[in-house]
Nanobody
Framework: VQLQASGGGLVQAGGSLRLSCEASGRTVSGSDMGWFRQAPGKEREFVAAIRRSGGTSYTTSVKGRFTISRDNAKNTVYLQMNSLKPEDTAVYYC????????????????????WGQGTQVTVSS
């Protein structure tokens, strides 16, 4: 299984980026897919998830600004990030779970089986 994350970069505050996570060896439609981020000196934190059912969940700080989606035909999950803030600066990781995660598990990094390599997002003020 491989999860290939891409789309990170340097953007000014208020700008937008779209992250992609292309999966191989498992299907995004059959998995619970999550995005996490880790800033320097901080623990990895949950950002967003899309369940096998299609339901989505977001951490409070990104609600209304970020949107997670998937394209089953491309076996890819996306994270559209708008109105970016300097505090969104982090390495962003995509992760895949077994498709049977309960709601409370979506937020836990340990609940996911496979991880991508991370993509750096830097938001300048």
């Amino acid at each position: 299984v491989q999860l290939q994350a891409s789309g990170g970069g340097l953007v000014q505050a208020g700008g937008s980026l779209r992250l992609s996570c292309e999966a191989s060896g498992r299907t995004v439609s059959g998995s619970d897919m999550g995005w996490f981020r880790q800033a320097p000196g901080k623990e990895r934190e949950f950002v967003a998830a899309i369940r096998r059912s299609g339901g989505t969940s977001y951490t409070t700080s990104v609600k209304g600004r970020f949107t997670i989606s998937r394209d089953n035909a491309k076996n890819t999950v996306y994270l559209q990030m708008n109105s970016l803030k300097p505090e969104d600066t982090a390495v962003y990781y995509c992760a895949a779970g077994n498709g049977r995660l309960i709601m409370s598990s979506l937020y836990r990094a340990g609940a996911y089986d496979d991880w991508g390599q991370g993509t750096q997002v830097t938001v300048s003020s």
